[in-house]
C-alpha cells in the first residue's frame, strides 16, 4: 500500500538530462556504481517528489548525508560536481 501511495504523488520528473523520469526509470536498487547520471535521476526524483527522501534513502542504502552531498553538490557545481575524482577539487 505505502508503494501505492508515493507513487500516485506524481507519475514522472524531469530528469537530469530534461526528459521525463519515471519509478521505472530510476536506477536499479541495488545499484554500486554511481555514476553521475544515476546519482542526479536521484536528486531529480527526490526534489520533483517522486521518491521522498526516506524512500531514496531506504531504497539504494544511501545515508542522508550521502543524498545530501549530492544534492549540495548539484547546486554548487553542477552535474561536474558528482564526479569522484572531481570530489577534492569542489570540497570547500
Do not use: N
Request: hydrophobic share 40%; proline share 3%; aromatic share 8%.
Amino acid at each position: 500500500m505505502a508503494d501505492q501511495q508515493y507513487r500516485a504523488r506524481v507519475k514522472y520528473v524531469m530528469g537530469p538530462d530534461g526528459s521525463p523520469l519515471t519509478i521505472a526509470d530510476l536506477p536499479a536498487a541495488d545499484t554500486k556504481r554511481w555514476v553521475i547520471r544515476r546519482k542526479a535521476e536521484v536528486v531529480a526524483a527526490v526534489r520533483g517528489g517522486l521518491l521522498s527522501l526516506d524512500e531514496a534513502c531506504e531504497r539504494y542504502k544511501l545515508t542522508v548525508d550521502e543524498f545530501l552531498s549530492w544534492q549540495r553538490s548539484i547546486d554548487q557545481h553542477g552535474l561536474a560536481g558528482l564526479r569522484a575524482t572531481r570530489l577534492q577539487d569542489y570540497r570547500d
